[in-house]
């Protein structure tokens, strides 16, 4: 394992991290408290669950090798769940958005100069009056953003699923503040917006949407255009269809979707998934005349694609798609792209990568991998210039400690749904949670707040001081899927006993409060620190005090509960403090 450290604080780093941490999305919850509590303020303060860090490690097989060469760069660039990724290039700088669908906050914003190394610097939408979740399941949301530059000004095209619809929001500045959203009727029924500016100013608008008729099977969807006002920020005149199915309606292609056009050399470049985001995934390219079409596929089809790799080979990469093409200073072209590395059977719990790799060019076809060739791990640079390592590593083996300091969590932490009240604060150098009624399996706005699992191979852990009063009492580190599958090693009281517990949801089936599933008494006399391991399919649980040699609570947990072919959705797994009162709300 790498020793990297990354002793995480707000405020250190360039303009736009200071101002990405100070606001995150998660400011609003957060309200530095200088003065010791007294009275009813000191037993409220006495109930509370007081995080003083979190730490976070991860490395794969694949790592084992050591770090890349100089010349060489790993992939995925942005390893854990940061699914749907898209870019534009501002001069000599590099942004890219991912899909967040139910988390808060939501949309991140990286920038790069080197294709490779990514720093996220906020959050487009960290308000919570931009964007209302409500009680939606946490793959509803915000799917597949486009973020693109033109004359000064910063875009992004997303959809809010069952929760407003497709819309656009701006920025003069990438890192924030990102507008509200102007919403797009005209694309109801829509997902996958994204923008085209041609040459001459003329802007359009394209998205996956149902066809001009009746489906004529599972997964049939289009790909339309329609003009758009780049001051006015709506669409208008006529819809056209550009892709009907796919690129050979005669084998019922499914889930045409996350489209973007490219002006190269007097010719228009249609690209799209293909697929679904399974297995079959893959990317396919058009071309034509004019942004409106007609379009001609190519015969090569598809340009990216693992679909008929075989499943046992070494350190496989699968499911790959939805890519978005960026064009270097010197005329290169390189591609962000989703894809998955499962440790199974399509089992992974790290959802969704961010990957990167070269366009080439045949016959005037761009191509990101041909018939039967592996995504590697390891890869050529951009002939770019290497800008270093980011504050917070987002690829290969590392390790980080994210000191609890304030004002506000990192801007890659997240939170679900929209934050409900404040219920979270710092307090001397520590993150301190309100326990709440709300729990991880109840749809709505639990005390939690998480990071991405980032390796097959994982550990995260974190000091707590807490007190269990009440039945149903807990704090601890969460390992979280979704509302119906999760983990949690806590500090609890049940049945009259505190006792450090492990329990899990294993599905809908389940209580929305878990099982428990192991148990050690203990007595609280100061903090107790936690932690969990993954080792792909399974899950260790410990706990210890002071220095002293962790102690199992459960080991070798079924961790493919928390695969996305077991618990369904586009997420992956986040980990981090989670607090829940066990008393009824007043």
């Given at each position: 394992m790498s020793d990297k450290t990354s002793s995480f604080r707000p405020g250190t780093g360039s303009r736009h991290i200071a101002a990405a941490l100070v606001a995150s999305g998660l400011a609003a919850l957060a309200a530095a408290c200088t003065e010791q509590p007294q009275g009813e303020d000191a037993a409220r303060y006495d109930m509370q669950a007081h995080f003083s860090w979190f730490a976070y490690s991860g490395a794969d097989p694949v790592h084992e090798t050591g770090a890349p060469a100089p010349d060489t760069?790993?992939?995925?660039?942005?390893?854990?769940?940061?699914?749907?990724?898209?870019?534009?290039?501002?001069?000599?700088?590099y942004y890219l958005v991912t899909s967040t669908f139910g988390y808060f906050p939501g949309l991140p914003i990286f920038h790069s100069r080197d294709l490779v190394n990514w720093t996220q610097i906020g959050n487009a939408i960290d308000r919570p009056g931009q964007m209302d979740f409500g009680d939606l399941g946490l793959s509803r949301g915000l799917?597949?953003?486009?973020?693109?530059?033109?004359?000064?000004?910063?875009?992004?095209?997303?959809?809010?699923?069952?929760?407003?619809?497709?819309?656009?929001?701006?920025?003069?500045?990438?890192?924030?503040?990102?507008?509200?959203?102007?919403?797009?009727?005209?694309?109801?029924?829509?997902?996958?917006?994204?923008?085209f500016v041609?040459?001459?100013?003329?802007?359009?608008?394209?998205?996956?949407g149902p066809p001009d008729r009746e489906p004529e099977y599972e997964g049939h969807r289009a790909i339309w255009i329609q003009a758009f006002d780049l001051e006015a920020l709506e669409t208008f005149g006529p819809r056209t269809v550009l892709i009907d199915g796919g690129v050979d309606f005669s084998e019922q292609p499914i889930w045409i979707e996350g489209p973007h056009i490219y002006r190269i050399d007097d010719r228009y470049y249609l690209m799209a998934a293909e697929g679904g985001t399974a297995r079959g995934h893959s990317q396919v390219v058009l071309r034509g005349d004019h942004p409106a079409g007609p379009y001609t596929p190519f015969t090569g089809n598809p340009v990216l694609t693992q679909r008929e790799l075989p499943p046992d080979r070494d350190h496989p990469v699968t499911s790959a798609g939805h890519a978005d093409m960026v064009r270097t200073p010197d005329g290169d072209w390189w591609a962000t792209f989703l894809a998955v590395r499962p440790y199974g059977d399509d089992l992974y719990n790290t959802g969704r990568e961010t990957f990167l790799m070269p366009v080439r060019w045949e016959d005037g076809w761009p191509r990101i991998t041909?018939?039967?060739?592996?995504?590697?791990?390891?890869?050529?640079?951009?002939?770019?210039?290497?800008?270093g390592p980011p504050p917070v590593p987002t690829a290969g083996a590392f390790?980080?400690?994210?000191?609890?300091?304030?004002?506000?969590?990192?801007?890659?932490?997240?939170?679900?749904r929209n934050p409900a009240a404040e219920w979270l604060q710092f307090e001397d150098g520590m993150l301190v949670l309100e326990p709440r009624p709300d729990g991880l399996g109840d749809f709505s706005t639990p005390s939690y707040a998480g990071r991405r699992q980032q390796h097959i191979h994982a550990e995260a852990s974190t000091e707590l001081a807490f007190t269990p009063r009440?039945?149903?009492?807990?704090?601890?580190?969460?390992?979280?899927?979704?509302?119906?599958?999760?983990?949690?090693?806590s500090l609890s009281r049940l049945g009259g006993e505190t006792a450090i517990r492990v329990e899990r949801r294993a599905?809908?089936?389940?209580?929305?409060?878990?099982r428990v599933l192991a148990a050690v008494p203990f007595e609280p006399a100061g903090?107790?620190?936690?932690k969990v391991s993954a080792r792909a399919g399974r899950y260790d649980f410990f706990y210890r005090t002071g220095d002293g040699d962790w102690q199992p609570v459960l080991e070798d947990a079924d961790g493919t509960i928390l695969s996305t072919r077991t618990a369904g959705g586009f997420v992956g797994v986040t980990m981090g403090p989670y607090a829940h009162s066990g008393e009824p709300p007043d």
């Open positions: 760069y790993l992939n995925p660039i942005l390893s854990g769940f940061y699914p749907d990724p898209s870019n534009t290039r501002a001069g000599k700088d799917f597949a953003p486009t973020i693109e530059h033109h004359d000064g000004r910063f875009y992004i095209f997303c959809t809010c699923v069952d929760c407003g619809g497709n819309f656009v929001i701006t920025a003069d500045d990438a890192a924030g503040p990102w507008s509200d959203p102007v919403w797009l009727p005209d694309l109801e029924g829509g997902i996958d917006p994204s923008l041609d040459a001459d100013g003329r802007a359009w608008i394209l998205n996956n041909g018939p039967g060739e592996a995504i590697p791990a390891e890869m050529a640079r951009p002939d770019l210039p290497d800008t390790s980080v400690r994210e000191a609890f300091d304030g004002p506000a969590l990192p801007p890659h932490w997240l939170t679900l009440s039945d149903g009492d807990r704090a601890g580190l969460a390992v979280f899927q979704n509302d119906d599958y999760w983990y949690l090693v599905g809908p089936e389940d209580p929305a409060d878990g903090p107790v620190q936690l």
